[in-house]
């Protein structure tokens, strides 16, 4: 089991930055397929991206590509969402989330463990 701590988020204009993190409990972590996703108000959960357990493979949205980079350090259990160039319509509670399988999956039923989110609010 892993527990998942998310952090990072707050408020900014829109063309701004931010950098998520998400630290990860428990001696395992490595062995997670690790990804981010969002919900807006009176929106479903969305799939933002993905990354493998060694980092060498990722999965991205493609509303984020080319502005969100992902990346995850095993040795200090912990999964990173770099935001660049971002916009209003990004604006939402952010989770990380766990799972064991492999591949990439972008459906959130597919994933066991979740955070608790994070807000991230773009202002126009």
């Known amino acids: 089991q892993v527990q998942l701590v998310e952090s990072g988020g707050g408020l900014v204009q829109a063309g701004g930055s931010l950098r998520l993190s998400c630290a990860a409990s428990?001696?395992?972590?490595?062995?997670?397929?690790m990804a981010w996703f969002r919900q807006a108000p009176g929106k479903e959960r969305e799939f933002v991206v993905a990354?493998?357990?060694?980092?060498?493979?990722?999965r991205y949205a493609n509303s984020v590509k080319g502005r969100f980079t992902i990346s995850r350090d095993n040795a200090k259990n912990t999964v990173y969402l770099q935001m660049n160039s971002l916009k209003p319509e990004d604006t939402a509670v952010y989770f990380c989330?766990?799972?064991?399988?492999?591949?990439?999956?972008?459906?959130?039923?597919?994933?066991?463990?979740w955070g608790q989110g994070t807000q991230v609010t773009v202002s126009s």
């Open positions: 990354i493998n357990r060694s980092g060498g493979l990722l």
């Open positions: 428990g001696r395992t972590f490595s062995s997670y397929t």
């Open positions: 989330a766990a799972t064991g399988l492999l591949l990439l999956p972008i459906s959130h039923g597919e994933y066991d463990y």
